[in-house]
């Protein structure tokens, strides 16, 4: 078998599994919680505002598309 090369820790990333934040998924605008988080990480939106990671559920994403993809500041919507 070849030699595997060591491959560096990679830092955690917010949110993730295994990452030192809570864990919850929370909807950033209303704050609904998901019933399942593997299928809520597939159909809501996410978003990093003042180098935080952001949830929007699928009901917030749809009620704000238009400032969403206009990158308007959650503060304004």
């Known amino acids: 078998m070849p030699d ?3 491959v560096p820790d990679v830092p955690d990333v917010p949110g993730s599994p295994g990452a030192g934040s809570s864990g919850a998924m929370a909807c ?4 609904a919680v998901p019933a399942d988080e593997a299928l809520a990480r597939l159909t809501w939106a996410r978003g990093v505002e003042n180098d935080r990671e952001v949830w929007t559920c699928e009901t917030c994403s749809r009620r704000h598309l238009r400032s969403i993809e206009g990158k308007l500041d959650s503060s304004w919507w």
């Open 4 to 6: 595997v090369p060591d």
């Open 28 to 31: 950033a605008t209303c704050g």
